[in-house]
């Protein structure tokens, strides 16, 4: 696991670290990868200091033997190029509309809201007292095509939920 950026909220610092070490546990479809050392693009949509602090956690950073590449969205052209989509709260009026983009392209998608599962999302952020936790949504991953590892799904601070928000696991 990386160091956490010295500067900056330290949710999203928490965050950003989160979102770049989900890469190292999801299995992405061999064809969402144009070349075999294409970089893994990690996909930022709307406002929001996790761009920021992202850069900080990838800087020179490979997985799999790919670079790690961060990306401010602001078309549905790059969105679908993404691998990793992150999708700040200041967007969820958009969410049906991205994640629909999003649907069928073997995207990770990521947001921050209690309404983002609900729609298709993979993954949501909750903060809980001071610590920030996540959901994940299997049904959605399996829809997207994505694996996601065992190990990711054993931490403490992960919850399987369904699409409706429910846990699944205790």
């Not at 909220?9 to 890469?23: L, R």
Request: net charge neutral.
């Amino acid at each position: 696991m990386r160091g956490l950026p010295e500067d900056g909220n330290p949710d999203y610092q928490i965050k950003a670290q989160h979102v770049f070490n989900f890469a190292r546990f999801i299995e992405w479809p061999p064809s969402k990868f144009a070349q075999p050392d294409s970089p893994l693009i990690i996909g930022v949509i709307g406002s929001g200091e996790l761009e920021n602090q992202l850069d900080e956690v990838v800087k020179g950073a490979r997985i799999n033997d790919r670079q790690v590449s961060i990306k401010r969205i602001t078309n549905d052209a790059e969105l679908r190029r993404c691998h990793i989509l992150f999708v700040s709260r200041s967007e969820r009026d958009r969410f049906g509309a991205i994640l629909s983009e999003a649907r069928g392209e073997h995207i990770l998608t990521i947001g921050e809201n209690d309404r983002f599962l609900n729609r298709g999302g993979i993954v949501n952020f909750l903060e809980s007292g001071d610590s920030v936790i996540f959901q994940i949504n299997l049904n959605a991953a399996r829809h997207a095509g994505l694996k996601i590892s065992s190990k990711l799904l054993q931490l403490r601070m992960a919850q399987v939920v369904n699409s409706d928000g429910q846990i699944v696991n205790p």
